[in-house]
Nanobody, 114 residues
Framework: QVQLVESGGGLVQAGGSLRLSCAASGIDFSSYNMAWYRQAPGKQRELVAR???????NYHDSVKGRFTISRDNAKNTVFLQMNSLKPEDTAVYYC????????WGQGTQVIVSS
């Protein structure tokens, strides 16, 4: 059974930081491309950051220079370090694993107050 379990969300003031974690089980984690998506109220889900199995990364333009995605294959965990948070970063953040299949976590809420 595949599970992606996110943690680390919460309420933070603008300019603050949060670190999201996603612990994966039931997959060959090191082979999977991992990503963070987010969905704000009334908006479509969007890709925030992706890290490929080989370690390369890409980011949504709005988070470049502020967010960093990383992975620890020994711990089957992907991280999203979020700095200089803005109110427009408020959303539910979802972990995503993609290879032959696509898996999603249940999401973790991030609220950035102004």
């Amino acid at each position: 059974q595949v599970q992606l379990v996110e943690s680390g969300g919460g309420l933070v003031q603008a300019g603050g930081s949060l670190r999201l974690s996603c612990a994966a089980s039931g997959i060959d984690f090191s082979s999977y491309n991992m990503a963070w998506y987010r969905q704000a109220p009334g908006k479509q889900r969007e890709l925030v950051a992706r890290i490929f199995s080989g370690g390369s990364t890409n980011y949504h333009d709005s988070v470049k220079g502020r967010f960093t995605i990383s992975r620890d294959n020994a711990k089957n965990t992907v991280f999203l370090q979020m700095n200089s948070l803005k109110p427009e970063d408020t959303a539910v953040y979802y972990c995503n694993a993609r290879l032959h299949y696509i898996y999603w976590g249940q999401g973790t809420q991030v609220i950035v107050s102004s």
